[in-house]
């Protein structure tokens, strides 16, 4: 039976990944993993801690499927990217429940080696799924390979993250976590400071994905709900709030303060992504 190993990435939608890539080396100081263009999309896979964003800018055409979500989104998380350790048997679980399959081609899947793409409206979150190779040369794969840094030195002092994922039916959204990623649930239901009614989801032992409903028709979950935009924020773990705070305040990033424990960065200044810092585990929320 496959199980989910760990993230792969967090794709970011951007207008310009020189700008993209400066930012992210001035608020997180990642590890460069690889930059490449992947037919016309330029992209940066940055590793910072134990998570690896994303950032990529579409090619200029309109027949891509990430222009025509950057065109109509802006800048924006796109796609959750995880690992998994048996591709075939992940194919035959998802297409027994009904889900349909692509490859990096966009068309049918073929090759189980191939990348996996669930589709959009079919699943809460885009998901594209990948078993790891040793000619990927994943950093945090290599032998010597620790996420100290960002943990022990870094203002941040990253410990954890967790993926939110928005929608209009938290039982459903939870259920397809469950049964088709083989999910277990940590936390059944609860109020957030995010106005969020929301489940934690725990997929293999290293992710966590956030279900949130939104409870208030003026929040940032809301209009990402009804923009279709479900994957909505990206939240940090840190041992000291109060320093990561004067960390990101210092880059010019605007920190909101929205409970005791919990802070939310403006997307305006974080090049469209929802960043969020907190001192609290999920079960504390």
């Known amino acids: 039976m496959f199980s989910v190993q760990q993230v792969f990435h967090v794709s970011h939608v951007v207008d310009d990944l020189d700008a993209a890539v400066a930012w992210y080396d001035d608020v997180f100081s990642p590890r460069v993993w690889q930059r490449t263009d992947l037919f016309g999309t330029q992209l940066a896979l940055l590793v910072i801690g134990d998570t690896v964003l994303m950032p990529m800018s579409p090619p200029e055409h309109e027949a891509a499927s990430t222009?025509?979500?950057?065109?109509?989104?802006?800048?924006?998380?796109?796609?959750?990217?995880?690992?998994?350790?048996?591709?075939?048997?992940?194919?035959?679980?998802?297409?027994?429940?009904?889900?349909?399959?692509?490859?990096?081609?966009?068309?049918?899947?073929?090759?189980?080696?191939?990348?996996?793409?669930?589709?959009?409206?079919?699943?809460?979150?885009?998901?594209?799924?990948?078993?790891?190779?040793?000619?990927?040369?994943?950093?945090?794969?290599?032998?010597?390979?620790?996420?100290?840094?960002?943990?022990?030195?870094?203002?941040?002092?990253?410990?954890?993250?967790?993926?939110?994922?928005?929608?209009?039916?938290?039982?459903?959204?939870?259920?397809?976590?469950?049964?088709?990623?083989?999910?277990?649930?940590?936390?059944?239901?609860?109020?957030?400071?995010?106005?969020?009614?929301?489940?934690?989801?725990?997929?293999?032992?290293?992710?966590?994905?956030?279900?949130?409903?939104?409870?208030?028709?003026?929040s940032g979950a809301e209009r990402d709900l009804a923009a279709r935009t479900s994957f909505h924020a990206v939240t940090f773990q840190v041992a000291d709030l109060a320093r990561a705070v004067a960390h990101v305040e210092a880059k010019g990033i605007t920190a909101e303060r929205v409970a005791d424990g919990h802070v939310a960065l403006d997307p305006g200044d974080t090049l469209g992504v929802q960043f969020r810092l907190t001192d609290r585990t999920v079960g504390e929320w």
């Open 67 to 218: 222009r025509r979500f950057l065109t109509r989104n802006g800048q924006h998380l796109h796609s959750l990217a995880l690992y998994v350790d048996d591709p075939v048997d992940l194919i035959e679980h998802l297409r027994g429940m009904g889900l349909r399959l692509t490859g990096s081609s966009g068309g049918e899947l073929e090759d189980p080696n191939d990348e996996i793409w669930t589709q959009p409206r079919e699943t809460p979150v885009v998901l594209e799924l990948f078993q790891p190779r040793e000619s990927m040369q994943d950093p945090r794969h290599e032998s010597d390979w620790s996420s100290s840094y960002w943990r022990d030195e870094h203002p941040l002092a990253i410990r954890d993250a967790c993926y939110t994922v928005v929608t209009d039916d938290l039982a459903g959204a939870t259920k397809f976590f469950v049964d088709a990623m083989h999910g277990k649930v940590v936390v059944a239901e609860a109020d957030t400071p995010y106005a969020t009614r929301s489940a934690f989801v725990q997929l293999g032992d290293n992710v966590t994905i956030e279900v949130a409903e939104p409870s208030d028709p003026a």
